[in-house]
Nanobody, 120 residues
Framework: QVQLVESGGGLVQPGGSLRLSCAAS????????MGWYRQPPGKQRELVAF???????NYSDSVKGRTTISRDNPKNTVYLQMNSLKPEDTAIFYC??????????????WGRGTQVTVSS
């Protein structure tokens, strides 16, 4: 099967930066779009950014200009560099990936999430 494991979350002061990582592992035949959602406290999950396997990117308006998504294909890893963080960026960040595993159908996989807290 396929697993996604996020890392890099934590507590940061307003104006600070964080870099989230998400590594996909397991029986991966092909890895397509990878990206991040977030869920602020008491709110619905929302798209943050995604990157396709040909490195096209898309960002939500709330993070555009402050955030960069990138990927390392040999490592099956996606990164989210977040700068100028604001308290309203506080959320659980979830990684996802569109994967074709070996021997089974293509589908979307999710990580368990990593907490990002922006507070002084």
């Amino acid at each position: 099967q396929v697993q996604l494991v996020e890392s890099g979350g934590g507590l940061v002061q307003p104006g600070g930066s964080l870099r989230l990582s998400c590594a996909a592992s397991g029986s991966i035949f092909s890895l397509y779009t990878m990206g991040w959602y977030r869920q602020p406290p008491g709110k619905q999950r929302e798209l943050v950014a995604f990157i396709t396997n040909d490195n096209s990117t898309n960002y939500s308006d709330s993070v555009k200009g402050r955030t960069t998504i990138s990927r390392d294909n040999p490592k099956n890893t996606v990164y989210l560099q977040m700068n100028s963080l604001k308290p309203e960026d506080t959320a659980i960040f979830y990684c996802y990936a569109d994967v074709k595993p070996v021997g089974t159908s293509r589908r979307t996989y999710w990580g368990r999430g990593t907490q990002v807290t922006v507070s002084s």
